[in-house]
T-cell receptor
Framework: GAVVSQHPSWVICKSGTSVKIECRSL??????MFWYRQFPKQSLMLMAT?????????EQGVEKDKFLINHASLTLSTLTVTSAHPEDSSFYIC???????????FGPGTRLTVL | GQQVMQIPQYQHVQEGEDFTTYCNSS?????IQWYKQRPGGHPVFLIQ?????EVKKQKRLTFQFGEAKKNSSLHITATQTTDVGTYFC??????FGQGTRLTINP
């Protein structure tokens, strides 16, 4: 139980294009989803927290207009990297949690490479 | 903002040796979680500690939460090759420690 999927698992795009990453909770309803980025051999850094049906809360230093987050249902959240640049290349991981619990269930991650 | 420091950054041990990673927060924690990330994988929840001085065990893993709720540790007894990975502590504000990468010589 508590499986989270991400799609795509990897993506290569040209600079200036936008990329959408999907995060789905497969066997549970996730009241809250989190988006992280992880650089090679480094820790995870929280980008934003999203609750179903409301606007995402972004961490300090994360541009909300660049990283668009939509949490339209209890099983789906999307992260859109707009006008991607090479410095946006990273490993993006989502996680989901159930209301009333602190446990996060992580997706397998999406590796984004911007050329 | 809250900072979570974790040491050591790397640890290489012989199979069968013990391993410990330590986590310190700049502020008092309401709880702390531990996750394990295998190479190429995603973090997997191990445990959450809530009470001051709490000690929890999972087979060969022992987790401790400090009396002041500002530090925590994870100790693995008699490591096995399946223990390889990076261990992260995470605060209630979702601040991750830098992680300790454990490698094991079989």
């Amino acid at each position: 139980g508590a499986v989270v999927s991400q799609h795509p698992s990897w993506v290569i795009c040209k600079s200036g294009t936008s990329v959408k990453i999907e995060c789905r909770s497969l066997d549970f309803q996730a009241t809250t989803m989190f988006w992280y980025r992880q650089f090679p051999k480094q820790s995870l850094m929280l980008m934003a927290t999203s609750n179903e049906g409301s606007k995402a809360t972004y961490e300090q230093g994360v541009e909300k207009d660049k990283f668009l987050i939509n949490h339209a249902s209890l099983t789906l959240s999307t992260l859109t990297v707009t006008s991607a640049h090479p410095e946006d290349s990273s490993f993006y991981i989502c996680s989901a949690s159930v209301f009333g619990t602190d446990t996060q269930y992580f997706g397998p991650g999406t590796r984004l490479t911007v050329l | 903002g809250q900072q979570v420091m974790q040491i050591p950054q790397y640890q290489h041990v012989q199979e069968g040796e013990d391993f410990t990673t330590y986590c310190n927060s700049s502020t008092t924690l309401s709880n702390i979680q531990w996750y394990k990330q295998r190479p190429g994988g995603h973090p997997v929840f191990l445990i959450q500690l809530v009470k001051s001085g709490e000690v929890k065990k999972q087979k060969r893993l022992t987790f401790q939460f400090g009396e002041a709720k500002k530090n925590s540790s994870l100790h693995i007894t008699a490591t096995q090759t399946t223990d390889v990975g990076t261990y992260f502590c995470v605060s209630q504000k979702l601040v991750f420690g830098q992680g300790t990468r454990l490698t094991i010589n079989p």
